[in-house]
């Protein structure tokens, strides 16, 4: 690992650190999808590991969500390359863990970051932290969330989420269900090792069985959503109207749909 890694991983005893560090914004491209789902494997194989942190060195950033150059001009195959990665791989690394997760939001988390947080375990959140899913403005959808969203806050306040694709703040996540707690700014990094520390505590074998079985438990058919999320927002992405507004959004200009 090199400072130019857009992805640091670091373990301080039995706690790992995954961490997000792609300046401005930390826009997710396929390396980076790739990194962050190498880093989980990694945290999966190590059996010192007993808790995983996912978090952001870019300050009042968590993740913009995907980066454009994936989508603009590309196509299907080329735009599913990268949705296999987000989708299927990070969620099939996180499943496969064996550890808990914790997602230590600071600062902004929209469309992508936003698949990146709640594929943990646990998602903890900066009081100046904010929400959403943007991705209907540009033209395209927030697929993956579709299937999971609903389950969570329920299906008319999912839909207004997902439809308007309005910022909403880190306390209005917490009453959502979003997030699980909210903290102060300058407490969140201390709050995840906290949280991972407790973890670390109990018995390794147990919590790996039985994180397993809370895993099948809850899978609900997920993977097969999973897979559907993929053909629904390559689908959308390739159409006329998605790439006018991906090159309206890049232009900064008012997309002619």
């Avoid at 439809?163 to 959502?176: D, I, K, N, P």
């Avoid at 520390?197 to 018995?203: D, E, G, L």
Wanted: aromatic share 8%.
């Amino acid at each position: 690992m090199t400072s130019d890694d857009p992805v640091a991983y670091e373990r301080a005893g039995n706690i790992v650190r995954i961490t997000l560090r792609r300046p401005p914004v930390n826009a997710l491209s396929l390396e980076v999808i790739r990194a962050v789902v190498a880093a989980l494997r990694r945290a999966a194989e190590d059996s010192e590991a007993r808790a995983v942190v996912l978090a952001s060195a870019i300050p009042k950033r968590f993740s913009a969500g995907l980066d454009l150059d994936i989508l603009l001009g590309k196509s299907g195959a080329q735009i599913r390359e990268f949705l296999q990665a987000l989708y299927i791989d990070l969620y099939d690394a996180q499943y496969g863990l064996g550890k808990p997760s914790i997602a230590a939001v600071g600062g902004a988390a929209r469309g992508g970051g936003m698949t990146m947080a709640v594929s943990c375990d646990v998602v903890l959140a900066s009081e100046s932290a904010t929400f959403g899913y943007p991705e209907i403005d540009v033209g395209v959808i927030p697929a993956i969330h579709y299937a999971h969203l609903p389950r969570i806050v329920g299906r008319h306040r999912a839909f207004e989420l997902l439809f308007t694709g309005r910022v909403f703040s880190a306390a209005q996540a917490r009453e959502l269900g979003v997030v699980n707690r909210v903290v102060g700014d300058a407490e969140l990094g201390a709050e995840g090792e906290r949280l991972a520390a407790q973890f670390a505590a109990k018995s390794a074998a147990v919590l790996r069985m039985g994180r397993a079985a809370f895993m099948r438990q809850i899978d609900l058919d997920y993977r097969r959503s999973i897979a559907s999320a993929v053909d629904d927002f390559c689908n959308v992405a390739t159409s006329d109207e998605a790439q006018e507004g991906l090159r309206a959004f890049v232009e900064k200009r008012a997309p002619n749909w």
